[in-house]
């Protein structure tokens, strides 16, 4: 079956840094989009960032733009969200999933989903 892993979530002061890593297996890794979400205590899950099956092309949400890099690697079935001067309102559930068609921006456009790794920023 699908499955997606995630891994690299903690605690980290305001200004540091994170690597999330995505592992996947039970579907062509290569074939797929990928795209990364988070959801904080109370909200709504909301779109952070998003790459090509190439990787090739990459999207971001504005909040992000800058300090976090979505990348792949297709021979490891891995996404990786590098994460830079981190702030407390990054604090969330950490999700990847992949892409099935739509628009990359919202959570429907994707099937299948980890289950989450917690990043907490502190100030």
């Known amino acids: 079956q699908v499955q997606l892993v995630e891994s690299g979530g903690g605690l980290v002061q305001a200004g540091g840094s994170l690597r999330l890593s995505c592992a996947a297996s039970g579907r062509t890794f290569s074939n797929y989009p990928m795209g990364w979400f988070r959801q904080a205590p109370g909200k709504e899950r909301e779109f952070v960032a998003a790459i090509s099956w190439g990787g090739g092309s990459t999207y971001y949400a504005d909040s992000v733009k800058g300090r976090f890099t979505i990348s792949r690697d297709n021979a490891k079935n891995t996404v990786y969200l590098q994460m830079n001067s981190l702030k407390p309102e990054d604090t969330a559930v950490y999700y990847c999933?992949?892409?099935?068609?739509?628009?990359?921006?919202?959570?429907?456009?994707?099937?299948?989903w980890g289950q989450g790794t917690q990043v907490t920023v502190s100030s």
């Open positions: 999933a992949f892409h099935r068609s739509g628009s990359f921006y919202y959570s429907d456009s994707y099937d299948y």
